[in-house]
């Protein structure tokens, strides 16, 4: 299992046996939600190093339109906008204009 399965999991059994009331749950499964979006985030941004270091210029782009669905995902409009000119540098560098 991984980690924020775990952790998830954790919550929903904490949740169940201490009979916390709706607000409460609400903000547990946010705090997992935003934990799940920032793996994500994270992971993504890891894919890009990755690509950056060994793959090709097409590789870094497709990658960087990752970190970008990422943040928007993640509701991330400061990192969007960062990745979006990241990308836009890199496809050009690919030959695919943004």
Not at 37 to 44: E, I, K, L, P, S
Not at 47 to 60: E, F, L, P, R, V
């Amino acid at each position: 299992m991984t980690k924020i399965t775990i952790m998830t999991a954790a919550a929903l059994v904490a949740m169940a046996f201490t009979g916390c009331d709706s607000s409460i749950q609400q903000e547990m499964v946010q705090d997992q939600l935003n934990d799940i979006h920032n793996q994500v985030v994270d992971d993504a941004i890891a894919q890009y190093n990755i690509a950056k270091s060994g793959g090709n210029a097409m590789d870094t782009c497709v990658q960087a339109g990752m970190v970008k669905a990422a943040m928007l995902q993640a509701k991330n409009e400061t990192g969007y906008k960062e990745w979006d000119a990241t990308e836009k540098s890199d496809c050009e560098a690919a030959g695919v204009p943004r």
